[in-house]
């Protein structure tokens, strides 16, 4: 199923919301843990929010605490990121990809080949 397929992205002002959606092309998507994570332009990708869609189990990173909620149980195919309260530091290129999400917190490595095309955003006025 990897690599996933995300969508949503755009140009929004500052203070402005979007809503990110990851998908399994052609299929059902069958991971438990789904994360987020986000590469701005010279900077290493970070991981934003993962969630465990079995036990409900969310992260979130510091500086989206509050203002991103991640949301997907099993009985809906998409994983989304509702962004709310955007700043400019969240431009980015966001990605989606199966990564273990429990009380430990969110699996960083990932095997090239589960990156997608990733869907941009861009925060500015």
């Known amino acids: 199923q990897v690599p996933l397929v995300e969508s949503g992205g755009g140009l929004v002002q500052p203070g402005g919301s979007l809503r990110l959606s990851c998908a399994a092309s052609?299929?059902?998507?069958?991971?438990?843990?789904i994360g987020w994570f986000r590469q701005a332009p010279g900077k290493e990708r970070e991981g934003v929010s993962c969630?465990?869609?079995?036990?409900?189990?969310?992260y979130y990173v510091d500086s989206v605490k509050g203002r991103f909620t991640i949301s997907g149980d099993n009985g809906k195919n998409t994983v989304d990121l509702e962004m709310n309260g955007l700043v400019p530091e969240d431009t980015a290129v966001y990605y989606c990809?199966?990564?273990?999400?429990?009380?430990?917190?969110?699996?960083?490595?990932?095997?090239?080949?589960?990156w997608g095309q990733g869907t941009q955003v861009t925060v500015s006025s």
């Open positions: 990809v199966p990564v273990p999400c429990d009380v430990q917190g969110m699996g960083l490595r990932v095997p090239e080949n589960y």
């Open positions: 052609g299929s059902s998507l069958n991971y438990y843990g």
């Open positions: 969630i465990n869609r079995a036990s409900k189990h969310t």
